[in-house]
């Protein structure tokens, strides 16, 4: 004959262990209740808005990243015979033949094709001013 253990006692008789700590449910009084857990996908909803606003500014960051980078080219590729002073207000200019120069001299001062005012900024970056 086999021992018969109370009901707060988890015995598997056809193993002859007691297994409480293997089961998948609770097994004693103290445990948590054992109910599904109630999911709530709004938060999904929230995770979306929040990924494709982050994904929107990245892209206009990008945007802008790729504008300045190309405006630094442009000026870099430009004709001048003067070293550039950091914060000054240079003009770049459009020839005829399409090649572009850099100036000191403002747009209303001369009759030449202006592309541009700009800085150039301590980390080499030229600023487009207007």
């Known amino acids: 004959m086999k021992n018969k253990y109370p009901d ?3 015995y598997n008789e056809e193993k002859d ?3 409480a700590n293997i089961k998948s449910y609770p097994t004693t009084v103290g445990s948590q209740k054992f109910e599904p857990i109630k999911v709530d996908k709004s938060d999904s909803y929230k995770a979306d808005n929040y990924f494709n606003s982050r994904l ?3 892209k206009e960051e ?3 990243l790729v504008g300045e980078y190309n405006w630094t080219k442009l000026v870099y590729e430009s004709e001048y015979n ?3 002073l950091l ?3 240079y003009f770049l ?3 005829n033949n399409k090649n572009s120069f850099l100036s000191l001299i403002k747009p209303i001062e001369w009759n030449q094709t202006c592309i541009g005012s700009f800085k150039l900024l301590n980390n080499g970056k030229w600023d487009k001013i207007s």
């Open 56 to 58: 929107k500014e990245l």
């Open 17 to 19: 262990i007691f297994d």
């Open 8 to 10: 707060n006692i988890v």
């Open 93 to 95: 200019y459009e020839r």
């Open 62 to 64: 990008y945007q802008e």
């Open 87 to 89: 914060g000054e207000e």
């Open 82 to 84: 003067f070293q550039p």
